[in-house]
């Protein structure tokens, strides 16, 4: 079965863009008041390299990271999942607020909405109290953001990079003019997602910042999956960091040609202040910095312990090494019992094909939660899914798709006051053989595999491995995800514990509420 890489996902991609921009146009964006359009300067100035600084030795997070490894030794980290919305933000503040040397933040999408102005006004406030912060955002919903971001590059202790950026940074027309002159390049985009705090913590996972991530949007939030990490695995994850850091890739905010501008800073920081105090979809979150020793410590009989490597893409040079697909394979190969595997966008190629059908040949269990159409948050790519869907499933998997109206819902994926219509999948994670997990940023789809950049984390960790197997098996349950099969005549149904369905004529998902 041919495909065009580009023609799978871009287009969710775009629709993300148009979402962004009418969030810009409707909600007036109190982060970019006073800002133009800007644009970058013609003479590109390249940075020499830098690093991370050194772990910290004080504060809380040094603290724990040391007693693990005293403990377990130097190459264990003690990891837990975190499969909640509330849990997705809530220990981002926790790590962010603990921070007293470094924190590092690299993400694919950063909205400016409630959630994102809560982390920015967060790390800003970590700076402000001497925290070195680095931040990587794609370019891909920074229009318009050029005077804030310069403003924030600005501040003492705030560095601001920006993975392949467009130079047209005016209106989006101007934008499409230059993707289309420049498709190769400009079609490529950072996908990771990591947050690193003093080189002893980290959360590894799917989460973008933004509120239908964490549970704070009232028309769709997504179910998504996090790792958080204490001790060796920072490390693994500064590495990664660096080497996007310094990539060619990456340029620094100081190439903007948006100049900062005190007095318009203010106006953003009161007008950012102001919109998180008063936000009623932050009840369940502290609304300033606190002491977490009292949370983090009650955590630390919760973590399980584990060996961790951490795998991504490299944005080398003038192209993008590819290594985290392969990576995920192999991982799969490695099966010899059960194989299970959650993950929000599957077009699984002839490769996976193959590899399912040895897998169960060699009679390894496998089973795979994806979305369906009805949780899909662009249900025109799941069209590209539908083909290789027989294919899994004579494969000899057990194909499970998302329910709209899963049971997990209020308790997964809502967060007081906020209760939304949609749910939809967002995870990518696996479990083999109850002992090894994986937990990252990689979509089983071409985009992932040989376009964008990718992460993820596996870990060796069989109580960490049953517990992320038992979210996974809870998931495929009938009350929240249909089973997908074939009948005698090759023909797909759903069953779930409402009976069977020979067709999903439902709402088609969330996109056009936006």
């Known amino acids: 079965m041919a495909y065009s890489p580009f023609l799978i996902r871009p287009v969710r991609a775009y629709f993300t863009v148009a979402k962004a921009l009418l969030l810009i146009a409707f909600a007036a964006l109190a982060l970019l008041a006073g800002c133009s359009s800007g644009g970058m300067k013609k003479d590109i100035v390249k940075l020499p390299p830098s690093y991370a600084m050194p772990p910290a030795t004080t504060g809380l997070l040094a603290d724990v990271a040391a007693e693990i490894m005293a403990e377990h030794g130097e190459e264990f980290s003690g990891f837990r999942v ?174 903007l040609t948006a100049v900062a501008d005190k007095e318009v800073a203010q106006q953003q920081w009161q007008v950012l202040l102001d919109s998180v105090a008063n936000a009623p979809q932050l009840e369940q979150f502290p609304r300033e910095p606190k002491d977490w020793t009292s949370e983090i410590r009650a955590y630390v009989p919760e973590l399980r312990m584990g060996r961790s490597k951490m795998v991504y893409d490299e944005a080398a040079a003038n192209q993008i090494h590819q290594k985290v697909i392969a990576s995920m394979f192999n991982f799969f190969g490695m099966a010899q019992k059960e194989l299970l595997i959650m993950n929000a966008y599957i077009i699984p190629g002839q490769r996976a094909i193959d590899t399912m059908q040895a897998l169960g040949d060699k009679g390894v269990d496998v089973r795979i939660l994806t979305n369906s159409l009805a949780t899909h948050d662009v249900p025109a790519v799941n069209s590209h899914y539908e083909p290789w869907r027989d294919d899994l499933i004579k494969a000899g998997v057990e194909l499970f798709e998302l329910r709209p109206d899963a049971a997990i819902k209020p308790a997964i994926v809502d967060v007081a006051p906020v209760v939304s219509e949609f749910i939809g999948l967002h995870s990518k994670t696996a479990v083999i053989d109850g002992r090894y997990v994986f937990v990252g940023s990689m979509n089983l789809d071409p985009r992932s595999a040989e376009i964008n950049t990718e992460m993820g984390v596996f870990v060796d960790s069989p109580e960490l491995a049953r517990e992320v197997g038992d979210m996974i098996r809870r998931d495929m349950s009938p009350e929240n995800a249909w089973h997908v099969q074939l009948n005698d005549d090759g023909e797909v149904y759903w069953e779930d514990s409402n009976g069977i369905l020979t067709d999903q004529l439902m709402k088609l998902g969330p996109v056009d509420q936006y």
């Open 82 to 255: 975190l499969d909640t919305s509330h849990g997705g933000l809530y220990w981002r503040l926790a790590l962010i607020d603990s921070a007293v040397s470094s924190l590092d933040i690299q993400t694919y999408l950063w909205y400016p909405d409630v959630s994102g102005k809560l982390i920015l006004e967060r790390a800003v406030l970590a700076a402000e109290r001497g925290v070195k912060v680095r931040l990587i955002v794609d370019d891909l919903l920074l229009q318009g953001h050029d005077q804030l971001i310069a403003n924030l590059e600005a501040q003492p202790n705030i560095e601001f990079r920006i993975f392949n950026p467009w130079t047209e940074r005016g209106n989006i027309l101007q934008r499409a003019g230059q993707m289309l002159a420049e498709m190769e390049r400009l079609n490529s985009r950072m996908h990771d997602k990591l947050l690193i705090a003093d080189g002893r913590a980290a959360v590894i996972g799917g989460r973008n910042i933004g509120d239908h991530y964490f549970g704070l949007n009232e028309v769709y939030n997504f179910h998504d999956t996090d790792l958080l990490g204490i001790g060796e695995i920072a490390s693994q994850a500064n590495g990664m960091f660096d080497a996007f850091w310094n990539s060619n890739w990456v340029v620094s905010a100081q190439n």
